[in-house]
């Protein structure tokens, strides 16, 4: 039977879900939510894509229309995700679904579509790019343990830093409080020199997923938030996407504490996996989560280019950047985070 390529639709949904946890590349990523999410937090049009075969979804692909007079125009899959791509289960799905999303990207202006692929699949095709060796994720299984058994799993020195957070009477607040995440988020980004995504962005997430969203608020011996993280999780993975904090975390190694307390829950809520995400390599961040053992993955990141087009590069270590970098961290944090939101929403 021939592929059929339609939108999703409110109807889909559930079914939609079922193909990607039972697909061997699936991730929270690649969920419907998406969709929403993207729509209501950030504005951007997302025809997520299903491919279809006598009736039944033989692939999936969400997919975003990035129309931005700024930074241009580009269609994503998946925006603001570490991983995206089109799911399918036969080359035929796979082709149909690469075509329907090329045609929707030009119909839109675009001339370059974007897969966040783990591993790309179209090495050496003509119009088609793979930006590799760029970026990593960082993906560990968890041993189960009691405390002191799951520090002995990171390495010494990095297992040093974690007891010294121990001791500084630090707490996890799971209370879900959107705002007080968001406040300590802004501040942080603010510091690197980057707009703030919209705020509206993270209630969509928690409204969307749920539980499967968790907010987690790190609390000094006062009371006081220092440090927040939104993590997204699947029923054998967590996955810690969106940090923040304040001046006084780095004294506290609040971080530090952040995501040793993650981990713990993660065991106790029956969770497999951790993955820590996707870093630029050679970044802090990248060395920071080979710090705690985790040993990184190459993200084939691939585009398919229209003639002329070059494969977007909208990183902080790109040099264009510096100088707005360097004057966006001398906004007073009220205005950037008033203006930042705006222009943030075409980032992810």
Request: proline letters at 6%.
């Amino acid at each position: 039977m021939t592929v059929r390529v339609r939108q999703l639709d409110t109807a889909a949904v559930a079914p939609w879900d079922e193909f990607v946890e039972a697909h061997p590349d699936g991730t929270f990523c690649h969920r419907a939510g998406w969709k929403q999410v993207i729509e209501d937090g950030a504005g951007h049009e997302s025809p997520f894509l299903i491919a279809e075969q006598d009736g039944a979804i033989v692939g999936v692909l969400p997919l975003t229309l990035r129309l931005s007079l700024l930074f241009g125009k580009l269609a994503t899959s998946t925006m603001f995700g570490v991983y995206g791509g089109p799911l399918a289960v036969n080359d035929e799905a796979y082709q149909a679904l690469d075509e329907a999303a090329w045609k929707l990207a030009r119909d839109a202006g675009c001339d370059t579509l974007e897969y966040r692929t783990l591993r790309a699949r179209h090495q050496g095709e003509p119009d088609w790019q793979t930006a590799s060796g760029k970026a990593a994720t960082f993906i560990k299984d968890i041993v189960p343990g009691d405390e002191q058994e799951m520090l002995l799993q990171i390495p010494r020195k990095q297992r040093a830093v974690v007891r010294k957070s121990l001791k500084h009477g630090l707490v996890s607040d799971w209370s879900s409080v959107v705002s007080e995440f968001y406040d300590l988020y802004a501040y942080s980004v603010h510091g690197l020199g980057t707009p703030v995504f919209p705020k509206a962005l993270f209630q969509a997430f928690k409204a969307v997923f749920g539980d499967d969203v968790l907010i987690q608020i790190i609390r000094d011996g006062d009371g006081l938030g220092v440090a927040s993280l939104m993590s997204f999780r699947t029923k054998d993975t967590i996955l810690p996407f969106y940090a923040g904090s304040s001046a006084h975390a780095r004294g506290l190694a609040a971080h530090d504490f952040m995501y040793f307390d993650l981990m713990k829950k993660a065991v106790a809520d029956g969770h497999a996996k951790f993955d820590f995400g996707r870093s630029k390599v050679g970044t802090g961040p990248y060395n920071f989560k080979k710090n705690w053992g985790f040993e990184p993955t190459p993200l084939e990141y691939e585009y398919r280019l229209a003639p002329g087009a070059s494969i977007p590069n909208m990183s902080p270590q790109n040099r264009k950047f510096s100088l707005l970098i360097a004057a966006w961290k001398r906004l007073p944090l009220g205005l950037a985070n008033l203006i930042g939101p705006p222009v943030a929403r075409h980032l992810g």
